[in-house]
């Protein structure tokens, strides 16, 4: 599972609340992806880190933010939660050693559900 | 950017038959084309992939197959077996290590 973590793993907020979630990784990876699964829609990235402080936006970045701080750590932040960001929410590394080095494994989840 | 379609959305097999499932994409410069497994209320999990200069991979009872040509690559389960029931996506990886999934195929294995 690549030592991958999510926090919360279930979290209800309401319209215009502010929601962050944790990705946490114990293996030092340099790229950590935050992604939204939807029906209908598969995985869409929102955004992307290739080290410390060092962050870029994905395909659907509206209303959203990233920290990265620390290796380990990768923040998403819903600076006012709507109810279109109702998804589940996965968090990935991208493991650059080895004989593909290009294999992105995924955490558990999150589902965020703003009413 | 890369858009990559997928398809069917749904597959329904009886066990020990084969299953298909097939992806398009249109950025030429994609190099990197993995396929991963999702279980209900799990992360997708990687199970094969296959680079751009290879034309054919196999793990067993799984095989990927890539047309560069065509830009389309397959997915081949042989002897299907009821565990292998999931949620199963496509990927094509281009520039700077944005990947871009299909809509993903519900696989039924039907005992």
């Known amino acids: 599972d690549a030592g991958i973590t999510q926090s919360p793993r279930h979290k209800v907020t309401e319209t215009g609340t502010p929601v962050t979630l944790r990705c946490h990784q114990t293996?030092?990876?340099?790229?950590m992806y935050w992604y939204r699964q939807d029906p209908g829609h598969g995985l869409r990235l929102i955004h992307y880190?290739?080290?410390?402080?060092?962050?870029d936006k994905g395909e659907v970045s509206d209303g959203y933010s990233v920290s990265r701080s620390k290796t380990e750590d990768f923040l998403l932040t819903l600076e006012s939660a709507t109810s279109s960001q109702t998804s589940v929410y996965f968090c990935?590394?991208?493991?650059?050693?080895?004989?593909?080095?290009?294999?992105?494994?995924f955490g558990p989840g999150t589902r965020l559900t703003v009413l | 950017g890369e858009n990559v379609e997928q398809h069917p959305s749904t597959l329904s097999v009886q066990e020990g038959d084969s299953a298909v499932i097939k992806c398009t994409y249109s950025?030429?410069?994609?190099?990197?084309f993995p396929w991963y497994k999702q279980e209900l209320g799990k992360g997708p999990q990687l199970i094969i992939d296959?680079?751009?200069?290879?034309g054919e991979k196999k793990d067993q009872r799984i095989a990927v197959t890539l047309n560069k040509t065509a830009k389309h690559f397959s997915l081949h389960i042989t002897e299907t077996q009821p565990e292998d029931s999931a949620v199963y996506f496509c990927?094509?990886?281009?520039?700077?290590?944005?990947?871009?999934f299909g809509t993903g195929t519900k696989l039924q294995v039907i005992p």
């Open positions: 950025d030429s410069a994609s190099n990197y």
């Open positions: 296959i680079r751009s200069n290879v």
């Open positions: 293996e030092n990876h340099r790229y």
């Open positions: 990927a094509a990886q281009g520039g700077y290590q944005k990947v871009t």
């Open positions: 990935a590394i991208r493991r650059t050693s080895g004989p593909g080095g290009n294999e992105q494994f």
């Open positions: 880190s290739y080290g410390v402080k060092d962050t």
